[in-house]
């Protein structure tokens, strides 16, 4: 257990060396639209130098045996230490220019006729952009390739797990940037045909002001705002939920000030020089052009209207998140988006159930775990 110094990417440099967006450049800031307050430059300054400092730290935290680091977490978590002193730590990594969302309009760009080679680069890119892009929920809008594979596998090599049916209609919800949908595509089509894969998820569009330089949801709420050597993030990991501590809030209130001093000041304008930006991997953004993969907006607590052979649904619907009644409406809202006979997988990394859906009914055909 590493969660109060966590392991990080390190994000890609800032000069554009060797860098494929260095010619897409990004538009030019207009004048007098982008001075900061002196109070918020030297709130950015310290925060920096204080996560540089915390980086050597960091480095002998993970030295720690795990018996000795989880009885430090069981024992500190509560007052949200941890949460703080972790998301000082990688706050400058997490926060540099090259990860500003704005950057996918450039890299977008770019991808249009790159290399093979710049291909996997801008990849690289856009996976450090989504891993820094918190959303208002406190979900960070990223994930990790081959995830599932792992648990797909055996679940299609369990003969009671197998549709009868030779092309089948599948559903992935959450979906985040589509990256682990790639794999479970290539996985899934070994042993059906796909008559259509669908992602589903809160989060698809992000809306970049060009003028302002930062960046809202699709509901128009602040997101980011890009500052001269870094980026702010209004929004924490985890902000919505309860696992960063009672007291993190606490510890974290100066960052909730300047948040709340930048969304009066960065209030969203339709007469601003905005542009939309769909947050998905370049690569599955490639299958979507080709009709392989079909992009919508869906909430798991609201009404899925439409009908599936199979639905998964991956690091969602857990009690870590959710309450049960919670997760119970959920579970349900999927039960019915299944065909008769179609299946449900739900899971994490470890834990996985299967259920296949019987006469209206969700009835368990494998499980390993808790979830």
Not at 47 to 67: F, M, Q, T, Y
Request: charged content about 25%.
């Amino acid at each position: 257990m590493r969660s109060t110094f966590s392991e990080e990417r390190t994000a890609g440099s800032q000069d554009g060396t060797g860098d494929p967006l260095a010619d897409a450049r990004a538009p030019s800031r207009a004048p007098g639209r982008r001075s900061q307050s002196a109070l918020a430059a030297a709130g950015s300054l310290l925060v920096a130098i204080a996560s540089r400092a915390l980086e050597g730290v960091k480095n002998l935290w993970n030295r720690v045996p795990d018996g000795v680091s989880k009885r430090v977490h069981a024992a500190l978590d509560w007052t949200g230490v941890p949460y703080f002193l972790n998301y000082i730590a990688i706050y400058d990594t997490r926060h540099q220019l090259s990860n500003f969302a704005g950057k996918l309009v450039a890299l977008n760009t770019a991808h249009v006729g790159s290399s093979p080679e710049q291909r996997h680069q801008l990849a690289q890119q856009f996976e450090e952009i989504t891993e820094s892009l918190i959303m208002k929920n406190g979900v960070k809008k990223s994930t990790h390739p081959r995830r599932q594979r792992g648990i797909l596998t055996r679940v299609l090599a369990d003969p009671r797990c197998r549709l009868d049916k030779p092309a089948i209609k599948v559903l992935e919800i959450p979906s985040s940037i589509g990256m682990t949908a790639l794999d479970n595509f290539a996985t899934l089509s070994q042993r059906y045909g796909i008559r259509a894969y669908v992602l589903g998820d809160l989060f698809w569009q992000l809306h970049y002001d060009m003028d302002r330089e930062c960046v809202f949801d699709d509901e128009f709420n602040l997101l980011q705002v890009k500052q001269k050597n870094r980026f702010f993030s209004i929004y924490r990991p985890g902000q919505s939920g309860s696992g960063d501590g009672l007291l993190a809030a606490v510890w974290l209130f100066p960052f909730e000030l300047m948040s709340r001093y930048l969304k009066r000041r960065y209030v969203y304008s339709a007469s601003s020089n905005t542009v939309p930006i769909r947050v998905l991997h370049p690569d599955a953004e490639a299958m979507v052009r080709t009709g392989d993969l079909t992009v919508r907006k869906m909430d798991v607590f609201s009404e899925i209207r439409d009908r599936y052979d199979m639905i998964l649904c991956f690091n969602l619907l857990l009690r870590s998140y959710f309450p049960a009644e919670q997760i119970a409406r959920g579970i349900e809202n999927l039960k019915n988006a299944l065909e008769e006979r179609g299946f449900l997988i739900m899971g994490d990394q470890v834990s996985f159930s299967v259920a296949q859906k019987l006469d209206g009914e969700l009835v368990v055909v494998e499980r390993e775990g808790r979830l």
